[in-house]
């Protein structure tokens, strides 16, 4: 089960949501508060979740979820909805960075993300939503707020009552705006994006793995380290690219030895085919 699954588990669930995606962060520019003293209070990860209730009508959340020590549970911290969520600031529209801003109402908080692949999926996902959470807040037919529901009520009403009515409701809400994003995070073909970007979060994933199990020490008088203190062989992500090089060496010289071989092969069927047709031209006479 990966961690998405379990924040959606543990912090979600229990309060009608589901989650639609959370990604790793951390503070670019750590916030200073000057009546606290200094020190932190351990080691512990952020994840930025999107969510959207399971009642109707749906309510699309940002989350800052937080876990404490590595395996305590996770902890929400703070929550925002998306009408308080005024932009989204990819930063670099031109290239792919693991940076990027949420502006708020109340908040303005900048993050990096673990890589740049699991932001574009953030921001491609949280785009997507915002612009079918407004689409489906407009298309209420007859409801309040409504275009339908206003002309309907306009035309019914006398004038007074249209202007007290025009008087008393408040302008629509201001959607979310993306700003510094790519073109391929906001435009209509995401699908084969999306496919990219988790098949990028994988292999991250993997390479991280394998460097934390390389740099881990070894335990065991047969992994000791050498009296000169140089690691093991295959202990370093040196000797594994070496490794790699070297099968794909071997890989290469065989590929060209089949090759000599197939060559061969056609001469040899060749002059079989020649053989055979002058045999077959002297019997025939």
Not at 182 to 192: E, I, M, N
Not at 193 to 214: A, E, P, T
Not at 218 to 231: K, L, T
Not at 251 to 257: K, Q, Y
Request: hydrophobic share 35%; aromatic share 8%.
């Amino acid at each position: 089960m990966n961690i998405q699954s379990v924040i959606n588990r543990e912090v979600f669930a229990p309060r009608d949501e589901r989650i639609l995606v959370a990604v790793e962060v951390k503070r670019r520019k750590r916030k200073k508060v000057p009546f606290l003293p200094t020190g932190g209070k351990g080691e512990y990860m952020t994840y930025i979740c999107l969510s959207v209730t399971n009642k109707r009508p749906a309510q699309l959340l940002i989350t800052k979820v937080k876990q404490f020590g590595g395996s305590a549970p996770f902890t929400r911290r703070s929550q925002w909805s998306v009408e308080q969520l005024r932009q989204v600031d990819g930063i670099d529209p031109n290239k792919d960075c693991p940076e990027f801003d949420l502006v708020f109402d109340n908040a303005f908080d900048q993050w990096v993300a673990s890589s740049a692949a699991e932001k574009c999926i953030f921001i491609q996902i949280m785009y997507h939503a915002c612009q079918t959470y407004w689409e489906g807040k407009e298309r209420v037919p007859g409801g309040l707020g409504s275009p339908a529901g206003d002309q309907q009520k306009d035309q019914r009403a006398s004038p007074g009552a249209q202007a007290r009515r025009k008087s008393t409701v408040g302008p629509r809400p201001r959607q979310t705006e993306f700003v510094n994003c790519q073109s391929k995070l906001t435009g209509d073909a995401c699908t084969v994006n999306l496919v990219i970007y988790r098949c990028k979060v994988f292999f991250n994933r993997m390479k991280k793995g394998m460097v934390s199990k390389q740099s881990s020490p070894q335990v065991g008088a047969g992994h000791r380290a050498s009296p000169s203190g140089q690691r093991p062989p295959g202990g370093s992500m040196g000797s594994v690219v070496q490794r790699a090089s070297q099968a794909l060496q071997e890989r290469g010289e065989r590929l060209g030895r089949a090759e000599n071989q197939t060559v061969d092969l056609m001469h040899k069927a060749q002059q079989f085919a020649d053989t055979a047709h002058k045999l077959a031209l002297k019997y025939s006479n």
